[in-house]
């Protein structure tokens, strides 16, 4: 099946942990994306990769950090200066126009 | 910054009523695309608008790009409760790498 997964669905991180996102695509897409939605708001992007080895800051992007060292990995790192965590992670991928999106990991803080 | 405003936040419909959100931009975008999110679900594609006044339709949607490029609109008719759901548009500004910038979104209930 070509698609994007993330793992895990449910992910809880403790006071001064850093704790990493999976998300991997099988199809052949050059650009990907990190959004955060928070409830009752849209999609803001976090960073976000349009080849391998190279990727950009997006709106949000203070305390996280990502790779690209693969095509089909992007791999996000909520650190611990990341102080409001707690939200649901998208992952998204991208050929030329639409964005086809993971089925996401809620982040809860203990 | 460049934002994209969308109108209203919530809207709550009677099964069989019509419903419309509305999209508006600070900046004239390249194109504008569409996207549904089911409870608990992931954002899912619907349309994309790239022509100064385009209509397209989909069954019981409408979609619009205004003719400036700045403005957008989504129309059902007739909802039902597979309409349940959140709504959003993304604009891509001119000069911006690509990237798209969300509406905050109308999550949409039907009652039967």
């Known amino acids: 099946d070509g698609g994007i997964t993330q793992s895990p669905k449910y992910l809880f991180r403790k006071e001064g942990q850093n704790v990493t996102l999976s998300c991997e695509q099988n199809?052949?897409?050059?650009?990907m994306y990190w959004y955060r939605q928070d409830p009752g708001q849209g999609l803001r992007l976090i960073y976000y990769?349009?080849?391998?080895?190279?990727?950009q800051k997006g709106d949000i992007a203070e305390g996280y950090s990502v790779s690209r060292e693969k095509k089909e990995s992007f791999p996000l790192t909520v650190t611990s200066a990341q102080k409001n965590p707690t939200a649901f992670y998208l992952c998204?991928?991208?050929?030329?126009?639409?964005?086809?999106f993971g089925p996401g990991t809620r982040l809860l803080v203990l | 910054g460049q934002q994209v405003m969308q109108i209203p936040q919530y809207q709550h419909v009677q099964e069989g009523e019509d419903f419309t959100t509305y999209c508006n931009s600070s900046?004239?975008?390249?194109?504008i695309q569409w996207y549904k999110q089911r409870p608990g679900g992931h954002p899912v594609f619907l349309i994309q608008?790239?022509?100064?006044?385009e209509v397209k339709k989909q069954k019981r949607l409408t979609f619009q790009f205004g003719e400036a490029k700045k403005n957008s609109s989504l129309h059902i008719t007739a909802t039902q409760t597979t309409d349940v759901g959140t709504y959003f548009c993304a604009g891509r500004p001119y000069n911006q790498g690509g990237k798209l910038i969300f509406g905050q979104g109308t999550e949409l209930s039907v009652k039967p």
């Open positions: 998204a991928s991208s050929s030329k126009e639409t964005q086809y």
């Open positions: 990769s349009q080849i391998v080895n190279d990727f």
């Open positions: 900046t004239t975008l390249s194109n």
């Open positions: 199809l052949n897409h050059d650009a």
């Open positions: 608008l790239v022509k100064s006044g």
